[in-house]
Structure formats: C-alpha cells, structure tokens
C-alpha cells in the first residue's frame, strides 16, 4: 500500500495578516477544498492572533468563504518550510519573503503577478505537469518564471485598506479575488 504524497503547501503574505493574505488564504481554500492543496497566510508584521479585520469579514463571506477561527501569524522562515508556492500581496511582501528564505525566490509571486503570467502559461503543459491541483502547484513556479519575458510589467500591489474606509475594503477585495479566482482555476481546471 503506498502512502499518498503530502498535500502541496501554498502560503499568503500581507503585512499584518488580518485583511488583505487572509482573504486570499480563505477564497483559495475554498476553491481547492476537497484537493491535496493547503492554503495558510502569514504577514511580515503581524497582528499575531488577531481575527480578519471587521471590513474583511462581509467581503469574504459574500464570496462564500469562512472567515470564522482565524488567528493571524508572523512569517518566518519555519512558517516558510516545505511551502510551494508563496503569493505576497506586494512586490515588498515578495522582498520579506526571500530574505527571510532566499531560497524561496523561484517559488515566490505576487498574486497579481501570478495572475498575470498564468495567462501566457500553456494550459496543456499545467495539465501534464500532475493529475492533482497539488502536482500543478508544485510545477506552477517553474512554469510561470518561463514566461515572465511574455508578460511584461503590471500592477503587482493590492492596496493595504487596514484604517481606511469601507470602500478601500471593497476596492482591496475586488483587486485580490479575481486574481485568486485565475489560480484556482488554472490548478483545477487542469485536472478535467
């Protein structure tokens, strides 16, 4: 009887992990639930045990996802051990990560970055990469940095809406889920 690979390790990274890496974290477990992909957050200058932020609550459970039992952490490079994909918030998240763990430079992207350059990934060399979303996580770095010359430059950033109003919120949120929404879809769609 052989024992099943671990479960693929995605980790999101905001600054003080309670809105904007939790959301992503919450949206993407939702997307990949039932698969061999586990998604967690950090932040470079955590709220260590903080709940999400009270504005991030509705956004991310109008989407479907569960905001409930949250407790915000600090990135370290522990918390970095055995990742395979990390998708920052900001390209100065990205920076934090790989000096934390330089070592993670090839498996680190902002999320908007990843979305970015998924579109100029070949969707039949994803679905040849593995059978599972986890297969394809581990294989996705690889292939995102190979057409990144395809891509060119964009915004990388999501805006930190953390003491800003409802509507900063809102325009944090609408930036970051359609960019989840195109990383669940290229793991997940892959395996049909």
């Known amino acids: ?40 957050s950090a932040g470079t200058r955590a709220v260590v045990g903080a709940a999400v932020s009270p504005p991030m609550v509705p956004l991310i459970t109008g989407a479907g996802a569960d905001a409930d039992g949250f407790a ?36 680190t992207f902002t999320l908007l970055e990843l979305a970015r350059l998924l579109r100029h990934v070949d969707p039949a060399a994803l679905a040849a990469a593995g059978s599972t979303p986890g297969e394809r996580v581990r294989a996705l770095p690889a292939l995102a940095a190979g057409v990144r010359h395809l891509a060119g430059p964009g915004e990388d950033d999501v805006v930190d809406p953390i003491g800003q109003s409802d509507a900063v919120y809102r325009a944090s949120f609408q930036a970051l889920a359609p960019a989840v929404d195109a990383v669940a879809d290229a793991l997940v769609t892959a395996a049909r």
């Open 1 to 40: 009887m052989t024992t099943p690979p671990d479960p693929a390790r995605v980790l999101t990274v905001c600054t003080g992990n309670i809105c904007r890496s939790p959301a992503v974290e919450r949206l993407l477990r939702l997307r990949l639930a039932g698969t061999d992909v586990v998604v967690e």
């Open 72 to 107: 915000a952490r600090q990135l370290t490079p522990a918390v970095l051990r055995d990742v395979d994909l990390v998708l920052t918030l900001t390209r100065a998240h990205r920076s934090a990560v790989v000096e934390h763990a330089p070592a993670m430079v090839r498996r």
